[in-house]
Nanobody, 122 residues
Framework: QVQLVESGGGLVQAGGSLRLSCAAS????????AGWFRQAPGKEREFVAA????????TYADSVKGRFTISRNNAWYKMYLQMNSLKPEDSAVYYC???????????????WGQGTQVTVSS
């Protein structure tokens, strides 16, 4: 099993930047594909970005492509989401998640963090 804890959320003005971190513990982090999801009030949770076990493959939702960058450091058991050019519609609780094995679009994730709030003011 792996445990996940997000940090780095906060309040930022539109056009600003934030970097979210996800700290993993437990089993070897490099055994897991990982991703970021978000959920705004009254909306369903949605996919934001995902990264393969080695970090060599990344995927993004169209809404964040070109603005957000996902990365990971397996030696440090960390994953990151660099968010630039933030918009009010990016406001949500952001969750990191992990699934054992290869990165597979649409596949379910088995492990989730508790979430970190991101609020973008206009």
């Amino acid at each position: 099993q792996v445990q996940l804890v997000e940090s780095g959320g906060g309040l930022v003005q539109a056009g600003g930047s934030l970097r979210l971190s996800c700290a993993a513990s437990g089993r070897t982090f490099s055994a897991y594909a990982a991703g970021w999801f978000r959920q705004a009030p009254g909306k369903e949770r949605e996919f934001v970005a995902a990264i393969s076990r080695s970090g060599g493959i990344t995927t993004y939702a169209d809404s964040v492509k070109g603005r957000f960058t996902i990365s990971r450091n397996n030696a440090w058991y960390k994953m990151y989401l660099q968010m630039n050019s933030l918009k009010p519609e990016d406001s949500a609780v952001y969750y990191c998640a992990a699934r054992e094995g290869v990165l597979r679009p649409g596949a379910a994730y088995d492990y989730w963090g508790q979430g970190t709030q991101v609020t973008v003011s206009s």
